[in-house]
């Protein structure tokens, strides 16, 4: 299994983190889009579709999007449950929207959570007053 997402988001980043986490067996293969190399490495993949939400690559070749892709993350490393109610029938439509949303927007609501800008990691963090 391979997922894609987005390194220079801050929540992408920290999501990966735990995933990479929980994956003790090595059954994930994360590829950050926004490496240099990455266009040459997948040419076959639309870049443009893989930054607007996150993917995973089967086992078997086929691709699934959104929180279907983040569910089967979660799944091969055993922690599915967290995230199966999200695909349940009828928290699914709203889940995806949210999802949805997030996606367009998530390096603003990165930034507004976390305080850490696209594309700088840690070295980014705005100082708080009082910090």
């Keep these: 299994m391979i ?16 995933l990479q986490k929980y994956d003790t067996q090595g059954v994930i293969r994360f590829e950050d889009i926004q490496s240099p190399a990455f266009s040459d ?6 870049w443009q579709a893989l930054n607007a ?8 070749g086929s691709l ?7 569910y089967q993350a979660w799944h091969a ?3 599915g449950w967290l995230y199966a109610p999200l695909r ?9 929207l949210a999802y949805n949303f997030f996606a367009r927007h998530r390096y ?11 594309g700088c990691g840690t070295a980014c963090r705005v100082e708080k007053p009082n910090e």
Excluded: N
């Excluded at 987005?6 to 983190?17: A, H, K, N, W």
């Excluded at 490495?41 to 639309?46: K, M, Q, T, Y």
């Design 41 to 46: 490495r997948f040419p076959a993949l639309d």
């Design 77 to 79: 490393v055993g922690k």
């Design 88 to 96: 349940w029938p009828v928290i699914r439509p709203l889940a995806d």
């Design 53 to 60: 939400r996150i993917h995973v690559q089967m086992p078997d």
């Design 108 to 118: 603003r609501i990165s930034y507004l959570l976390t305080g850490k800008r696209r």
């Design 3 to 18: 997922i894609f997402y987005d390194g220079y988001c801050p929540l992408c980043q920290s999501e990966m983190r735990h």
């Design 64 to 70: 699934v999007t959104g929180l279907d892709a983040t």
